[in-house]
């Protein structure tokens, strides 16, 4: 795994002071770096390739940033089968597996393959109206059925793989894949996990 496709929260304050020792041991490896942003690019010395066609050209993908950057790295990758490693630039990094000071413990196993892929389930939302998609979404951890600012509490009628199951009264309901650990009490939350798949009407 030479090809080394990186995203870089640029907001993150520690970003640039680690990009030169990311640059560094990438280079003492032999990566070829790809990264999705002209100024990342310059700065660690490699190509510049829109996340659009990491797919194409390259064999692991990088996400330096927060839980937010892994979860923007996914949203583009996630049908090409290509393995996504986190660096936790943040205080927090529920998704991210590797610490800024881990940084070149990790390259080192990329470049050994020496390590461990972890398979995550997703989940696919889509919305209809009369039978016809509206539009379709995915998620790495969680989706959230809202009613926005509205106080008013709506009646949603489940149905799995087809059967119906009941019916909520809510204000929101969170569909969660088996690994979320989110929990918020105003909201009904359901875990969903293989490919069951679950429909809600609005009543």
């Not at 680690?18 to 990342?40: K, P, T, V, W």
């Not at 393995?83 to 630039?89: D, R």
């Not at 909201?187 to 809600?200: E, P």
Request: overall charge neutral; glycine content about 8%; aromatic content about 6%.
């Amino acid at each position: 795994m030479k090809k080394i496709g990186v995203v870089v929260n640029t907001k993150r304050t520690r970003a640039k002071g680690i990009l030169s020792e990311f640059r560094r041991i990438s280079e003492s490896h032999g990566f070829q770096l790809h990264a999705d942003n002209m100024e990342m690019a310059r700065i660690l010395d490699a190509d510049y390739l829109p996340i659009d066609e990491f797919s194409k050209k390259i064999d692991v993908a990088i996400a330096m940033g927060g839980d937010g950057t892994m979860l923007y790295v996914v949203r583009h990758l996630r049908a090409s089968g290509i393995p996504i490693m986190g660096i936790n630039l943040g205080s927090l990094g529920f998704l991210t597996s590797v610490g800024d000071s881990e940084i070149k413990k990790a390259l080192d196993a990329i470049s050994n393959q020496k390590f461990k892929i972890v398979q995550r389930e997703m989940l696919s939302c889509q919305i209809y109206e009369n039978d016809k998609v509206l539009g379709q979404e995915y998620a790495l951890n969680d989706i959230v059925l809202g009613w926005g600012t509205s106080s008013h509490i709506v009646t949603l009628l489940l149905s799995v793989d087809g059967e119906p199951v009941g019916s909520f009264m809510c204000d929101g309901i969170i569909i969660s894949t088996s690994r979320d650990q989110c929990n918020m009490s105003t909201y009904i939350r359901i875990k969903a996990s293989g490919s069951t798949k679950l429909k809600f009407d609005h009543n």
